[in-house]
């Protein structure tokens, strides 16, 4: 839960900031929405993307659930977000699904329309777009890499968790994303920071999510951390402090 608690804490710190944002579920198993604050029978209401059969073949001109032969690979999809979103608190959600024609890296109708959508969220709209992923970054590629502004990769004091954060950064330079950066979570003192930030002296740290009893009772009654954490929220705002420091740093 640790990067979905973070990306449902950035995502509502930065709609408290006055800025609109989508949040974008990408995991196999779609959770964002609770983090959100959303009820789990109001998520359960929401239509992942990928399982919008009839969309998919009229924006691609092919049946989904199979390799097709012909279809488009740039459909139209910059109504999608507006049409299949959730609203709350100025924050748009969007779960994409799970492409499961095929294998990992297949090209089929689903995947196309995926993939148009994620470079039309992130090259074309003005919103602050938050996504939450899974540890391989296949829904990224060469041509949406240019409008990630920052990968964020949460890690926790241990390991295993630590040789999946140079894992992903090999994998995201290898599709041409340059700024990449860690979120400690779940640690419980200054040895777990130091252990973090001594083990990948490399990596730019935004800062660290304290390990929390209101988070985990966040997840227990299926509510947004943002009400039940407060100490969170505060290390959510100086994460978000942070990054917009680099950021600008970056483009003046």
Do not use: W
Not at 105 to 124: F, K, N, Y
Not at 226 to 251: H, M, N
């Amino acid at each position: 839960m640790g990067k979905t608690t973070l990306a449902g804490l950035l995502a509502r710190v930065y709609s408290a900031a006055g800025n609109r944002v989508i949040a974008i579920d990408a995991n196999p198993d779609a959770n964002l929405a609770t983090a959100l604050g959303i009820s789990a029978s109001e998520a359960g209401s929401i239509t992942p993307i990928a399982e919008l059969e009839d969309l998919i073949e009229e924006r691609t001109g092919a049946k989904p659930g199979g390799m097709a032969p012909y279809f488009r690979l740039n459909p139209r999809v910059d109504d999608i977000p507006d049409r299949f979103a959730i609203t709350r608190d100025n924050i748009k959600l969007l779960i994409m699904g799970t492409v499961k024609a095929g294998g990992g890296g297949c090209m089929c109708p689903e995947s196309a329309l995926l993939r148009s959508l994620l470079t039309h969220l992130l090259l074309s709209r003005s919103e602050v777009v938050i996504m939450d992923m899974d540890a391989g970054l296949e829904h990224l590629g060469r041509g949406t890499a240019q409008g990630v502004d920052a990968l964020i990769v949460v890690v926790e004091p241990g390991s295993r968790s630590l040789q999946t954060a140079v894992a992903i950064r090999k994998l995201a330079q290898d599709i041409g994303i340059a700024r990449l950066y860690l979120v400690g979570s779940k640690v419980q003192s200054d040895a777990d920071r130091q252990f973090i930030l001594t083990s990948l002296a490399d990596f730019e740290v935004l800062g660290f999510i304290s390990y929390n009893p209101g988070i985990i009772e966040a997840d227990r009654l299926g509510v947004g951390v943002f009400e039940t954490a407060p100490e969170a929220v505060e290390e959510a705002k100086q994460i978000k402090q942070s990054l917009d420091s680099i950021l600008r740093g970056e483009t003046s």
